[in-house]
């Protein structure tokens, strides 16, 4: 039982995270946290991607851990893939859901990066 809500905790922060990763800059009060919270994302998906694939984040390897405990196989790189997939009944494309993923992310730490030291 304790592991269905450890993986709901993991699905609520994988969710809070991405929403924030997305419209964290849009509030003057938080784009110091959202650039900190870019940085941290880009820094396990390029630097911890040197050791284990480019993309790499260990919320969602704790996750697919839990998940697989759980019985589920066949699961993603991607908790974004596997989230659409599932909300749509759907076996998306996983490369144009990592280049969806990309490009919105490329374009808020470009906005973040702007509006943190650039904007005055």
Known sequence: MWLYWLDMTYT????????????????L???RWHLYCVLLTAASWLLLGIWYGI???????WQWQVKTQLGETGLPNSFIKYQVDKLTGLDTNSGWIDTLTAVS????FVISIYLNFFKK
């Open 12 to 27: 609520l922060l994988h969710v809070l995270i991405i929403g924030f990763n997305l419209i964290g800059w849009i509030w």
């Open 29 to 31: 009060a938080t784009r």
């Open 55 to 61: 993309g790499y984040c260990p919320l969602t390897e």
């Open 105 to 108: 992310f490329g374009i808020v």
